[in-house]
């Protein structure tokens, strides 16, 4: 089989470090993919390393074997170009058609998806000129990444960091596995929840469940690569931030509660794939439970904590709102599904099994979808991707 042809621009920003990793997992992954730095990026990383890295030629320029047009082949033959980091200076002259040099030329001539991955001190970013290219650039359906949040060069802390390379390499592979998707959630804001809430116990021990979070994070990445803006309220999960994503780390369901409500008046859809715990311990012990020799433990009383979905969906914070929840169940999954659908209120309900070792922690799921207007979706065992995409499927054209 033909392998997928990436171009991986890259221009000049100390970030241009990190870009070798994206290249290896590219290549490792099975792509062909054809280094185009521009000379500024070459101050910070050599020619040699991406040829050694690629196995391809790398040139900057469009003067280098001139018999080929590589300045019009590289970008016809791709199948994916991504500028991974790209500078302020790199958005300026991609939203105005600039062709400077082989990555700008190559920007111009490609038909196929292009992705770009900013990586900029925040003031940059945040200044008018560059925010009016992205706009731009989005409006074109080119997919430009939202910069990380974190440290910077030197002492500096904002948004502008460039974004993990794995989850870089994650989004691309959405992009190469739908490119002739159309980006139907572009100028939407969602909202969606991961992992498992804990409550605590005393200062060492809480309650919890197996949720990973690999399913909410699946779904904050489907949804940014169809051109969502994505708040991810985040419970306990060991994951690294999607590409393009707002983090916001909870850990128990009162403050999962606390960060959904707040975010919600701004969404135009919430997904609720978190697993949230139903009770917390009605006390707190300031100090660790001891053990006592010879004696049973004290019983532990529970409380019931809020249902969060349901409150989601009975207190719609906008007109439209599409809210989906998840139910994840051990026995009699469709009828436990279907009375829960009525109990929440919500939109749509992903029903699946799951288990000690089925669903939570794996890569892949099976499950159904159930719509309040008696729809019924089923979703295949397959990559959680799938499951994430079918969600945005129903969503989207509930969202109109």
Known sequence: MTKPKVVLGVSGGIAAYKACELLRRLTESGHEVRVVPTEAALHFVGAATWAAL???????????????????????EADLVVVAPATTDLLAKAAHGLADDLLTNTLLTARCPVVL???????????????????????RGVHVIEPASGRLTGADTGKGRF??????????????????APRDLGGRHVLVSAGGTREALDPVRFLGNRSSGKQGYALARAAAARGARVTLVAANT??????GVDVVPVSSTAELREALL????????VV?????????????????????????PEPLALVRNPDILAELSAHRARA??????????????????????????????VVNEVGETKTFGAESSEAVVLGAD???????????????????DLVAARLG
């Not at 469009?62 to 590589?70: A, D, L, N, Q, Y």
């Not at 707040?262 to 859809?269: I, Q």
């Not at 609720?272 to 100090?287: C, Q, S, W």
């Not at 008696?374 to 945005?392: C, D, F, I, M």
């Open 54 to 76: 690629s196995g391809q030629p790398v040139s900057t320029e469009v003067w280098e074997s001139v018999h080929e047009v590589p300045h019009v082949r590289l970008g016809q």
């Open 117 to 139: 991955a900013p990586a900029m001190h925040t003031e940059m970013w945040e200044h008018a000129a560059t925010q009016e290219n992205v706009a731009t650039l989005r409006r």
């Open 163 to 180: 974004p993990d390379p794995a989850e870089i390499f994650a989004y691309c592979r959405q992009v190469l596995a739908r490119p002739d």
């Open 238 to 243: 060991a994951l690294a931030a999607p590409a």
């Open 262 to 269: 707040a975010a919600a008046p701004e969404a135009d859809a």
């Open 272 to 296: 609720m794939a978190a697993a949230v715990a139903d009770f917390r311990p009605a006390t707190y012990a300031p100090g660790k439970i001891k053990k006592k020799d010879g004696a049973e």
């Open 320 to 349: 439209g709102q599409v809210v989906v929840g998840f139910a994840a169940e051990t026995d009699d999954v469709l009828a436990h599904g279907r009375a829960k659908l009525a109990r929440k209120g919500c939109d749509l309900l």
């Open 374 to 392: 008696g729809s019924e979706t089923p979703v295949p065992y397959g990559p959680k991707e799938g499951l994430a995409h079918t969600v945005w």
